[in-house]
């Protein structure tokens, strides 16, 4: 039987026809096709280079922090735009989501931006869809409404979906909170791409749904008070680490153990890496 959107009416002997509308049946988001992917995606297109290494050193460091039995809410951030925090969340996401045990979820609360960089990376063109301000908006939608799984990994990804005029407003609801928890039951790690911390407050009130901050600095262009200003809003209870991005790294012959099953005539020419670990504290 073909299903009609018309709402039907319904008539009560003694009072007036009252209509009623037939919930329609959701439309699954599309899986996101991984070999489509942005070639700076290491961790999905070059597994096996030094740059994808370094989303691993930062997989490691995650995993070991993580207390038994208890899924992992990580927030990467930066001093301000265009630091390449977008691009650090999704590689350290498709890193995390290497482990064979592992369901990893990269969330976008970055409602100031229709998830633009996530888009380029992913190749998504504009796909449409509702996403995080829809779900938080609108309590009949789940989080596995707005989640879109990509293809042959253990990785999902919320979009921020409607443009919204009120995104403080909107993290900071209870509906918001409900949502990182629900996330947090359903996933080994849930990396949420937080908005820059010094220009907009909507950061500072993430950190209250987070266990800890990867803070992305971009080499050569981050100024120092904005960095210093950036780590005191942050606060040191909660940041975890600085990861340095864009600067040079030890050199590329170091890198040849890594590589050492193939001939050099075989070898893949590189990318400059991009990412590099810097600062995160010990347990200590």
């Known amino acids: 039987m073909a299903l009609s959107n018309e709402p039907t009416v319904k008539i009560t002997r003694g009072a007036p026809p009252t209509l009623r509308a037939e919930p329609r049946e959701r439309r699954k988001l599309q899986e996101i096709n991984s070999r489509q992917v942005d070639k700076h995606l ?5 597994p096996d280079s030094f ?5 691993r050193k930062l997989r490691y460091i ?23 925090k977008s691009l650090t969340a999704v590689n350290l ?9 592992s369901k990893v979820l990269l969330m976008d609360v970055d409602l100031r931006r229709d998830s633009a960089s996530l888009k380029e ?7 449409g869809g509702i996403g995080l301000t829809d779900a938080i908006q609108d ?17 999902s990804i919320v979009l921020t979906g409607s443009r919204t005029a009120a995104p403080y407003e909107l993290l900071s609801s209870p509906r ?7 996330a947090a039951k359903q996933y080994s790690y849930v990396v949420l791409d937080a908005p820059p911390v010094v220009p907009v407050s909507d950061c500072r009130v993430i950190s209250r749904f987070v266990d800890s901050f990867l803070m992305v600095v971009s080499a050569h262009r981050t100024p120092r008070p904005m960095l210093e200003e950036a780590l005191d809003l942050v606060g040191p209870d909660k940041l975890m680490g600085l990861i340095y991005n864009r600067g040079e790294l030890m050199p590329r012959s170091y890198y040849g153990y890594y590589r050492y099953g193939k001939p050099m005539s075989e070898q893949i020419k590189r990318r400059e890496p991009r ?3 810097q600062g995160v504290p010990s347990d200590g």
Do not use: M, W
């Open 42 to 46: 290491v961790s999905l297109t070059e």
């Open 51 to 55: 740059e994808a290494e370094q989303y």
């Open 62 to 84: 995650l995993e070991e922090k993580r207390k038994p039995g208890k899924n992992t809410v990580i927030g990467i951030c930066s001093p301000a735009a265009g630091d390449g």
């Open 93 to 101: 996401a498709a890193a995390l989501a290497q482990a064979r045990d």
């Open 121 to 127: 990376h992913l190749n998504l063109g504009n796909p």
């Open 139 to 155: 309590p009949t939608l789940s989080l596995q409404d707005i989640t879109r799984p990509l293809s042959g990994s253990n990785l």
């Open 176 to 182: 918001f909170e409900a949502l990182i928890s629900e």
């Open 275 to 277: 990412v590099q670990v």
